[in-house]
């Protein structure tokens, strides 16, 4: 599914995208009047009944993790940050992944497209850990970050405890390929 600032792959059966791809861009990240988050979770209108599921994740413990987050659309206008929350780009993370190092990498990558003036992104997730109610929480999630073509590939498990630093988590491409059985170059 295309939307104007991600593409992804949503899985029907697992109900969390295993891979949502986007630019990172100087531009999208600094201008005089940033748009504010607001929070609201929807379903996709182009996967409505696949996606309609804010309810299975109500009393669940997890949070709504971005893949492409919300603070990558800042600059790109109100409709753009919308489709950040559709639940085509959100998968089930304990808070102690997607509050943590999850996020210590959004950062990270923000600084590396102001620096680069943009970056490629590739992210997902994997696995079923169990159920919560039709949405599977994946065993892990990952991302690579392509600076000037060359990637940065992480893997981090979907666990409560958080981790040091999101350097911990770096691995060879080929490990992210192995695990997502996905054509990542």
Not at 31 to 57: G, M, Q, T
Request: glycine letters at 6%; a positive charge; hydrophobic letters at 35%.
């Amino acid at each position: 599914v295309s939307q104007s600032r991600y593409t992804t792959v949503f899985s029907k059966s697992l109900k969390y995208p295993i891979l949502v791809e986007w630019w990172v861009t100087k531009s999208g990240l600094e201008c005089a009047n940033p748009v504010a988050r607001k929070d609201k979770f929807i379903p996709d209108p182009l996967l409505k009944k696949d996606s309609d599921i804010a309810e299975d994740y109500v009393g669940s413990g997890f949070d709504r993790g971005h893949l492409a987050p919300a603070a990558d659309n800042r600059c790109k206008g109100a409709d753009v940050m919308e489709e950040s929350f559709f639940f085509t780009n959100m998968a089930p993370q304990y808070p102690g992944l997607n509050r943590g190092q999850w996020k210590n990498l959004e950062e990270w990558t923000r600084v590396l497209a102001v620096e680069n003036d943009s970056v490629i992104v590739k992210a997902g997730c994997v696995g079923e850990a169990q159920k919560m109610n039709r949405v599977a929480v994946p065993t892990h999630c990952w991302k690579v970050i392509y600076v000037k073509g060359q990637p940065e590939a992480y893997v981090f498990p979907n666990v409560p405890e958080r981790s040091k630093s999101f350097e911990m988590h770096k691995v060879p491409l080929d490990s992210v390929k192995r695990l997502t059985k996905l054509p990542i170059k």
